[in-house]
């Protein structure tokens, strides 16, 4: 082996070296929470119960896993439909798609500088030079047509990692990306699901406020009769058909809730309100979840999609660190052509007419008023506050969690407690209109006990209602099972390997 060999060997080792290392910090994830709960006393494995529709008791389980549809537990079939409409045709999701397909994009675009840029360019030029200076051409014509014809071919060397480093960013940011249509499925899902129990729970107030004015019908003819025999007031008659006028006034408020929540619906599902929504839904017809999931605040990071972004985007700022240290350092780039010239196109690439050229440029920063030094400074001050986002966003989704246990706990509690409310002021206000159809119970005492189940029954309808929505913010805090999520899978695979 001669020494030239050896000199040749030796750089091309060195260069390689070299392209195999990249300035800036290595990322490294941030270690997981140490909490084992979340609260400081044992949070109760089982809920209290209350007999109808949402009173069954739930039972926490640190073992079970989150289904990826997890809305089925709920046992609607209508509700199911809704929400499998609402994935095909609604517009953020769609929206979300295209921003995870164009990040991959800039992904692929970036990779493109992993090789060289080949260019192939024909330049015919006609040129009437000076007499008094020498041709350009063989021919020693002062007029002239030149054709040119070369291809040229340049190469940065990504010594220092700075291209490395820009396609790691530009994928954590697709990651991250892809994390926020996860999140965009779940704000979706959770959405109409909590939309149908808003439906069902303003049905059942409606259908009992409807029921409340009935009886306050009938209790106001029961009066006016006692008022035919002098037995009753004018001002016991005035005092009942107030309470009902009140009455009547909340019917139009409900009205209005339940036309507005119909007109989500149909949003979430991408159409416009005058199509609306064929499936409609009761509380009767929502089956609460007997068992419900209980992750770790160390799992909690790897489940929940704002968290899984928040990381990528911390890891999209590490590597611009990277990106702004290797700007600062020398840079390498090759060049080479490899052409023909003629005065006749048809002499172009016959003996005597090629050309060619090879040439390396090392370009390296020597002043620029500081602009770099700057920019790696922003770049590391981002790096720090991408940090401090990613944690702020890991305490708010424990406390999220935290939120929702509580209000699993206590709002069971607050069930039972409006249901032995209800059914003492049903209790009370039979007693009284028996008392009052016999003229035992004075006009003031039977508006009392009808106000009394009027806000005992609302109440009620409210509490059970709030058992569904618990258990939907419970589904939603712990990341709504995505991993399970039949799609997801080829929604990572087709934005990793899509067309180059």
Same mark, same amino acid.
């Given at each position: 082996?001669?020494?030239?060999?050896?000199?040749?060997?030796?750089?091309?080792?060195?260069?390689?070296?070299?392209?195999?290392?990249?300035?800036?910090?290595?990322?490294?994830?941030?270690?997981?929470?140490?909490?084992?709960?979340?609260?400081?006393?044992?949070?109760?494995?089982?809920?209290?119960?209350?007999?109808?529709?949402?009173?069954?008791?739930?039972?926490?389980?640190?073992?079970?896993?989150?289904?990826?549809?997890?809305?089925?537990?709920?046992?609607?079939?209508? +509700?199911?439909?809704?929400?499998?409409?609402?994935?095909?045709?609604?517009?953020?999701?769609?929206?979300?798609?295209?921003?995870?397909?164009?990040?991959?994009?800039?992904?692929?675009?970036?990779?493109?500088?992993?090789?060289?840029?080949?260019?192939?360019?024909?330049?015919?030029?006609?040129?009437?030079?000076?007499?008094?200076?020498?041709?350009?051409?063989?021919?020693?014509?002062?007029?002239?047509?030149?054709?040119?014809?070369?291809?040229?071919?340049?190469?940065? +060397?990504?010594?220092?990692?700075?291209?490395?480093?820009?396609?790691?960013?530009?994928?954590?940011?697709?990651?991250?990306?892809?994390?926020?249509?996860?999140?965009?499925?779940?704000?979706?899902?959770?959405?109409?699901?909590?939309?149908?129990?808003?439906?069902?729970?303003?049905?059942?107030?409606?259908?009992?406020?409807?029921?409340?004015?009935?009886?306050?019908?009938?209790?106001?003819?029961?009066?006016?009769?006692?008022?035919?025999?002098?037995?009753?007031?004018?001002?016991?008659?005035?005092?009942?058909?107030?309470?009902?006028?009140?009455?009547?006034?909340?019917?139009?408020?409900?009205?209005?809730?339940?036309?507005?929540?119909?007109?989500?619906?149909?949003?979430?599902?991408?159409?416009?309100?005058?199509?609306?929504?064929?499936?409609?839904?009761?509380?009767?017809?929502?089956?609460?979840?007997?068992?419900?999931?209980?992750?770790?605040?160390?799992?909690?990071?790897?489940?929940?999609?704002?968290?899984?972004?928040?990381?990528?985007? +911390?890891?999209?700022?590490?590597?611009?660190?990277?990106?702004?240290?290797?700007?600062?350092?020398?840079?390498?780039?090759?060049?080479?052509?490899?052409?023909?010239?003629?005065?006749?196109?048809?002499?172009?690439?016959?003996?005597?007419?090629?050309?060619?050229?090879?040439?390396?440029?090392?370009?390296?920063?020597?002043?620029?008023?500081?602009?770099?030094?700057?920019?790696?400074?922003?770049?590391?001050?981002?790096?720090?506050?991408?940090?401090?986002?990613?944690?702020?966003?890991?305490?708010?989704?424990?406390?999220?969690?935290?939120?929702?246990?509580?209000?699993?706990?206590?709002?069971?509690?607050?069930?039972?407690?409006?249901?032995?409310?209800?059914?003492?002021?049903?209790?009370?206000?039979?007693?009284?209109?028996?008392?009052?159809?016999?003229?035992?119970?004075?006009?003031?005492?039977?508006?009392?006990?009808?106000?009394?189940?009027?806000?005992?029954?609302?109440? +009620?309808?409210?509490?059970?209602?709030?058992?569904?929505?618990?258990?939907?913010?419970?589904?939603?805090?712990?990341?709504?099972?995505?991993?399970?999520?039949?799609?997801?899978?080829?929604?990572?695979?087709?934005?990793?390997?899509?067309?180059?």
């Amino acid at each position: 082996m001669t020494k030239t060999t050896r000199l040749s060997m030796l750089a091309l080792s060195v260069t390689m070296a070299l392209a195999g290392c990249a300035v800036g910090p290595d990322y490294k994830r941030p270690q997981a929470p140490q909490a084992k709960t979340y609260a400081p006393t044992p949070i109760a494995s089982e809920t209290a119960s209350a007999p109808g529709s949402g009173g069954d008791a739930q039972h926490l389980l640190a073992s079970m896993d989150i289904p990826g549809q997890w809305w089925t537990l709920f046992h609607s079939e209508p +509700l199911n439909g809704l929400i499998d409409d609402a994935l095909k045709h609604n517009a953020d999701v769609e929206a979300a798609h295209a921003s995870l397909q164009a990040a991959w994009e800039a992904v692929y675009a970036q990779r493109g500088a992993y090789f060289p840029s080949v260019n192939a360019s024909v330049n015919p030029t006609r040129q009437d030079d000076a007499s008094d200076v020498a041709s350009g051409v063989a021919s020693n014509a002062d007029l002239y047509t030149l054709t040119t014809a070369q291809v040229s071919v340049s190469y940065v +060397l990504d010594i220092w990692g700075a291209n490395r480093r820009q396609v790691e960013s530009l994928t954590a940011q697709a990651n991250a990306q892809r994390f926020q249509l996860e999140a965009t499925y779940l704000s979706l899902t959770s959405n109409v699901v909590n939309t149908a129990i808003q439906e069902a729970s303003l049905r059942a107030q409606i259908e009992l406020t409807q029921k409340i004015i009935d009886e306050q019908e009938s209790i106001l003819a029961t009066l006016k009769r006692q008022h035919e025999l002098g037995d009753v007031s004018d001002a016991a008659i005035a005092a009942q058909v107030a309470t009902l006028e009140q009455s009547r006034a909340t019917l139009p408020p409900l009205d209005k809730q339940l036309a507005q929540q119909r007109d989500l619906l149909a949003t979430l599902t991408g159409r416009t309100p005058d199509q609306g929504v064929d499936a409609q839904f009761q509380l009767q017809s929502l089956q609460l979840p007997a068992e419900l999931p209980l992750s770790l605040p160390a799992q909690l990071v790897e489940q929940r999609p704002d968290v899984r972004a928040s990381e990528e985007q +911390l890891h999209a700022a590490s590597a611009q660190v990277g990106v702004a240290i290797a700007n600062r350092l020398p840079n390498v780039q090759i060049n080479a052509s490899l052409g023909s010239a003629s005065e006749k196109t048809s002499q172009l690439f016959t003996a005597g007419s090629g050309f060619w050229a090879v040439g390396a440029t090392v370009t390296q920063p020597l002043f620029d008023g500081g602009a770099l030094k700057h920019k790696q400074r922003g770049a590391e001050v981002a790096y720090r506050q991408a940090a401090a986002q990613y944690r702020s966003t890991v305490l708010g989704a424990v406390q999220n969690v935290a939120d929702t246990l509580h209000a699993i706990d206590a709002d069971a509690r607050a069930l039972a407690a409006a249901e032995r409310a209800e059914q003492a002021a049903a209790h009370s206000l039979d007693i009284a209109r028996r008392q009052l159809a016999l003229g035992d119970l004075s006009e003031a005492a039977m508006l009392n006990a009808q106000l009394a189940w009027q806000q005992a029954a609302l109440s +009620l309808v409210q509490a059970r209602a709030a058992r569904y929505s618990d258990t939907v913010a419970l589904f939603q805090s712990l990341g709504g099972g995505w991993w399970h999520r039949q799609d997801a899978g080829s929604v990572a695979s087709t934005s990793a390997s899509g067309s180059r």
